[in-house]
């Protein structure tokens, strides 16, 4: 018999009242905003699918680049899939 230790969490979520985040351009200086997770591990890796719209600094801060649209995503570091 195989003994397999694993742990349950909550799925990653953003927390933020939509879907979306709409961030104004302001020449050179940008909009930041400020997020947070909860679920997994509590330990996330976030980043942005089209870096040059947006740039996330740290963990929970995101600066506007230029005008456009992408997806900011947040995964469990210790389970990518969630």
Known sequence: MLDVEFL???PVKIMHPLDYILLPYIHLTGQVWNTHATGG??????????P??????GTVQIKSLKLGKTHLVVQDHKNPHN
């Open 8 to 10: 349950l969490t909550k």
């Open 41 to 50: 591990s509590g330990i996330y890796t976030w980043f942005a699918e089209d």
């Open 52 to 57: 040059e719209v947006i740039q996330v600094e």
